[in-house]
Structure formats: structure tokens, C-alpha cells
């Protein structure tokens, strides 16, 4: 076994209620998919009853061999699609404020949506992707399909919206569970749109300050390079360049929110995040949102009808809330407590909350780029289920 890198935590596994022997289970797990070059790395930051007990990482912080640095515990890397609770936290705060409603056609506050058939559009069928809007790439097998950013005019980049709606719709909304991150973007710039603050400042400000995630931002610090995972050669020549101070930027980086997966965090910092949920909005006594926005947030919004096809799934129901996954007691892959809400960044790594037993785990699994195995994730979680007392 590769050696595990270990940060210093407030409690021990014992203190905290958790069988410690499961760790080097974990470790084990981790360390065999490093050694098959099915990972680059993995780090991992487990909470029982809000107390930290362990926050550790295994493997190299890059792709390259040659790149001798390790994985640390407050390695930074791409959360990608767990930013989306982040921002399903910054509607349901501007819904409990009444700035918005559930149910409220998107139309109402972004024009492009007025017309047929994208007015029967609500917030809430965004937020549970039951929205119809296109799905991301490769969630469906279609070998021809091609991006809704291929219709991005570049002479007129505050029109991204409309390049997102000549795709057309899927379905009907609130009849199929299709996946949709551009989605998220749209629900960015509702939230700009609302709060008449930029959605990235909103959440920063409302969110990331108020629970001490300092080392959770949209953007990534210069100053702080080597503590940022390396996954690819895009990475790298990334870095370089903003080394260099050379990166292009994009024209449209100014007017697409990053709200579907542009967050960047430590596994230690998702874990006050996912604890604050937790807490039902709270976080060391401080008011973030309150307790019946998270009843909603984790309760099942998706009717028994709405049906999965993405990446593979034969027309499955979809248990989903307001953001989040909802495994139900039909969840066959996992030894988890029914009820559990969680999200997948495809970083890769998890969010997972337990509220029966007062649970929050979060654990990164630095795939070699686009590679995806379900061991890194599902088995993942049921060997961490397993040492909860």
C-alpha cells in the first residue's frame, strides 16, 4: 500500500463513533485502484455528529510519474458537478427571501424563455433536471449529437442563452430525468438576475464566507498553484500558461455563469458545507438558510413516473430533490442508510449526507481525465457505511 498522507483531526474515529479498522479498509481500496492506474490519487475528510475524525489522502498531486509531489489532504481540485448544490442553496435562499417561487415559469424572469415551448419551464424542473432542456454530452447514446455551444454566436456572447434554446427540448417538462448542467448556468443567471449580484459574488458571499470555506473559490489563485491536482496535459499547459500570464481568455467566460461545475475545494471544506446541510442550514451558529428550505432540498420532488435514461439507464425511476440525489430504500448499489442525499463531481469525487446518522462524507478520486470507474464511488461509499457505529 502506497503511504496515506494524514492531517491532524479534532477527534479520533473512536471519539467519534467509527470503527477505525475500516479505514485501512478504505486505505486498501484506495491504494489498489492507484496501483492499477485506475487513480492518480485519493483523499477523503469523514464528520459523525459534526466532529472530524479523519482527513487523509493517498497517491501523487499529478498525472506524470516524473512529478515526485504527493496528494496532500488540502490538495485543491475541480469539484465540478457538486458546485450545483451550492447553487440549488442560492435559489432555495432567494426563494425563503421571496424573491422567487418554486414553481415560477423561468419566462417570468429571463425573456428567452417566453415562447413555446420553453415558457412551461419552471425553476423547480431545472433543479431536478426534469426541465427538458439538452442533456449534457454523452449522457444519451446519440454519436452525432453535437454541443448547444456550437451555436454560440461570437459576435454576440451575452446571446448564449438563445444558443442553449436552439437545441430545443428533450421532452415535455417534468416528464423525464435527463441531466443538464448548462441548466445550472441558466439558474446562475436567475440568481444574478434576482439578487442583482453576480452569482458567483452571490454565493461567495452568502455561502463560502459565512462557512469559512477559504480555500473553496470559481477561481483558481495563481499564488496557490502547487496546491492544485494536475489530471491532464490540459491542466498542466493551463497552469502554465497562467504562470506565464499568457492563458486567452475566453469571450464568453464574462457572461456564462460557472453555477453547473466550476468550483474549485478540499475535501476538509466540503465537509463544513455538507455539515451546514447537516444542520439544516446552520453552521457554527450561524444562519446560512433555514431548516425548511433544506426539508425541501432533500425531499423527493420527482413523480413515480419520471424515468432515467442517461448513461446507460434503462428508463429507471429517479428519486431527486432540489439539487441533490435522494437514494430511497430501493438503492441496490450501495450499503447506505435510505434517505442519504448526495452529489457526483466528475473531478470525480462525492458528497454525501447522512441525516439519520449524522453523517457527511466527502472523498475525491483523481481519475486519469475522462476515465470513470463506479469502484472508486459506490464501493467507496458502502466500505465507509460499514464504519459507522
Not at 470503527?19 to 475528510?45: G, P, Q, T, W
Amino acid at each position: 500500500m502506497g503511504n496515506v498522507v494524514i492531517k491532524e483531526t479534532p477527534y479520533t474515529p473512536q471519539e467519534a463513533g467509527y470503527e477505525a479498522e475500516r479505514l485501512e479498509v478504505l486505505n486498501n481500496h484506495f491504494s489498489e485502484m492507484i496501483d492499477k492506474k485506475e487513480l492518480i490519487s485519493a483523499s477523503y475528510c469523514l464528520t459523525h455528529e459534526g466532529k472530524v475524525f479523519v482527513d487523509n489522502a493517498l497517491g501523487s498531486l499529478s498525472f506524470e510519474e516524473e512529478d515526485t509531489r504527493v496528494f496532500e489532504p488540502d490538495t485543491i481540485f475541480a469539484i465540478a458537478s457538486i458546485t450545483k448544490l451550492f447553487t440549488s442553496i442560492a435559489i432555495l435562499k432567494l426563494v425563503e427571501d421571496g424573491g422567487l417561487r418554486l414553481d415560477q415559469p423561468v419566462g417570468e424572469i429571463l425573456e428567452e424563455f417566453n415562447t413555446p415551448p420553453y415558457n412551461n419551464i419552471q425553476i423547480v424542473h431545472i433543479l431536478t433536471h426534469t426541465s427538458g432542456l439538452c442533456a449534457d454530452l454523452g449522457a444519451h447514446e446519440n454519436k452525432y449529437e453535437i454541443g448547444w455551444w456550437n451555436f454560440l454566436d461570437e459576435t454576440h456572447p451575452k446571446d448564449w442563452i438563445t444558443a442553449v434554446l436552439k437545441k430545443g427540448l428533450r421532452n415535455s417538462p417534468g416528464k423525464e430525468w435527463s441531466y443538464s448542467s448548462v441548466g445550472f448556468a441558466i439558474l446562475g443567471e436567475i440568481i444574478t438576475r434576482i439578487s442583482h449580484v453576480h452569482c458567483h459574488t452571490y454565493i461567495e458571499d452568502n455561502i463560502l464566507k459565512p462557512c469559512d470555506m477559504t480555500d473553496t473559490s470559481f477561481t483558481i489563485d495563481v499564488k496557490q498553484l502547487d496546491r492544485y491536482n494536475i489530471r491532464s496535459n490540459h491542466t498542466k499547459e493551463m497552469f502554465a500558461a497562467m504562470k506565464e500570464g499568457k492563458l486567452e481568455k475566453n469571450i464568453f467566460e464574462d457572461y456564462i455563469p460557472s453555477t453547473g461545475g466550476g468550483l474549485y475545494s478540499t475535501c476538509r471544506d466540503l465537509s463544513k458545507f455538507g455539515n451546514m446541510i447537516l444542520n439544516y442550514g446552520s453552521y457554527n451558529g450561524k444562519r446560512i438558510i433555514g431548516r425548511k428550505a433544506i426539508e425541501a432540498m432533500r425531499r423527493i420532488q420527482t413523480k413515480p413516473e419520471v424515468q432515467d435514461f442517461c448513461w446507460g439507464a434503462q428508463g429507471n425511476y429517479r428519486s431527486y430533490g432540489l439539487g441533490p440525489d435522494v437514494f430511497n430504500s430501493n438503492n441496490e448499489s450501495m450499503l447506505i442508510t435510505p434517505g442519504v442525499i448526495s452529489h457526483e463531481g466528475f473531478g470525480a469525487c462525492s458528497l454525501m449526507i447522512d441525516f439519520e446518522e449524522r453523517f457527511v462524507a466527502v472523498w475525491t478520486c483523481q481519475f486519469y481525465d475522462t476515465q470513470w470507474h463506479a469502484h472508486a464511488l459506490r464501493n467507496v461509499a458502502s466500505i465507509i457505511w460499514s464504519g459507522i457505529i
